[in-house]
Nanobody, 115 residues
Framework: VQLQAFGGGLVQAGGSLTLSCAAS????????MGWFRQAPGKQRELVAQ??????NYADSVKGRFTISRDNDKNTMYLQVNSLKPEDTAVYYCAARQGGDSAWSWGKGTQVTVSS
């Protein structure tokens, strides 16, 4: 299954975006789906994860980001609200079947937040 993230863009601080991750096939078997981001000069970090319907978030985005998935549409979403300049990064979606499985990565989408 191939993944493709889209929906990024340039937004002012305080603004919102909806990121989508479209899969080329069924995502039903992926027990773990997540959104990562990588800012210039920084390591890639996990910001939100859906584990069989249970969600968890990085402390830096709690209360502002919401992850969701629609198995019927083979799509995962990340609603990002109250954006801050420090949220500027390339956002990637990823999926894996089990906790010991390797992540399958999609191409990222750039989010740029201006102050």
């Amino acid at each position: 299954v191939q993944l493709q993230a889209f929906g990024g863009g340039l937004v002012q601080a305080g603004g919102s975006l909806t990121l989508s991750c479209a899969a080329s096939g069924s995502i039903f078997s992926f027990n773990f789906m997540g959104w990562f981001r990588q800012a210039p000069g920084k390591q890639r970090e996990l910001v939100a994860q859906d584990t069989s319907g249970y969600t968890n978030y990085a402390d830096s985005v709690k209360g502002r980001f919401t992850i969701s998935r629609d198995n019927d549409k083979n799509t995962m979403y990340l609603q990002v609200n109250s954006l801050k300049p420090e949220d500027t990064a390339v956002y990637y979606c990823a999926a894996r079947q089990g906790g010991d499985s390797a992540w399958s990565w999609g191409k990222g989408t750039q989010v740029t937040v201006s102050s």
